[in-house]
């Protein structure tokens, strides 16, 4: 496997095409994309894009969400409301609070540290793409046709753990890659076959932020290269996951 950051992107702002601007990144530079190859994109990229950014003055904190604040005071009850809106039940019941941690359960079934927002600088959050897994069709849809390769697209995220400390990053959106991966193997002394389910986007999303780095260093787009998967357009990052969505 060989991973490489995708050279000489700009700054993304609102209104850019993410596939495009990746399409041209390629073709102006040595990197070269061939089929098979994976894009792991990162998802605060393509909110920029889609101009998901939210001004924390334009929103007001309900009851609900400043109860949590009183458990979890680091967060802005402004930002907690973000979250509950965002999981699309008002009640709150959405929302996991333990000790320090915010998780949510949104919509598809997936649960994310503080629903997946990012809080920008002290007025400013950007919240997930409105739907990852068709941003990422529509980015392998615009390298098939620009640069006549197919390639697979997982869209990341960072996302944090209640037990451990920092963060990591997990798939949320897919195209064209197996959210799975099986194996089998046989047990040498009793012949019995195992079968192992690993979370294969994820695999790759975890990869690819040892590359990406942290927010500003721009490194936002990584291929992989030289791992076996079988092309299946029709993956969904609903294929992963154990809940059904609201």
């Known amino acids: ?50 101009g998901r950014e939210v001004l924390l003055s334009n929103v007001t904190a309900g009851e609900v969400a400043k ?20 999981t699309e039940d008002p009640s709150g019941h959405q929302l996991e609070v333990f ?24 007025e400013t959050i950007m919240l997930l793409p409105e739907d990852a897994d068709k941003s990422a069709r529509e980015i392998g849809e615009t390298i098939q046709r620009m640069c006549n390769v197919t390639v697979g697209v997982v869209i990341t995220d960072s996302d944090g753990r209640i037990e ?10 897919l195209y064209g890659v ?25 695999l790759l999303a975890g990869a690819a932020a040892l590359i990406m ?8 787009v990584v291929k992989i290269s030289g791992v076996s998967y079988t092309f299946n357009a029709e993956s969904t990052i609903q294929d992963s996951l154990s809940r059904a969505p609201n």
Not at 8 to 36: F, Y
Not at 178 to 202: H, M, N, W, Y
Not at 213 to 220: A, C, K, L, V
């Open 67 to 86: 109860r949590i604040h009183t458990k979890v005071p680091r967060k802005d009850a402004r930002v907690i409301q973000k979250m509950i809106d965002v």
């Open 164 to 173: 451990k400390k920092g963060a990591t990053q997990i798939a949320i959106g």
């Open 1 to 50: 496997m060989k991973m490489d950051a995708i050279p000489t992107l700009p700054w993304i702002k609102k209104g850019d095409h993410i596939g495009e601007i990746i399409a041209n990144a390629v073709t102006r530079t040595e990197v070269s994309l061939e089929d098979g190859d994976i894009l792991c994109v990162a998802s605060k990229v393509i909110s920029t894009a889609e």
């Open 99 to 122: 000790h320090d941690y915010i998780g949510a359960w949104l919509p598809n079934g997936m649960r994310l540290t503080s629903g997946g927002i990012d809080k920008i600088d002290a």
């Open 178 to 202: 197996p959210a799975l991966r099986s194996s089998e193997t046989i047990d040498s002394l009793t012949g019995e076959v195992k079968q192992s389910v690993e979370t294969f986007c994820d």
């Open 213 to 220: 780095g942290q927010r500003g260093t721009n490194r936002p």
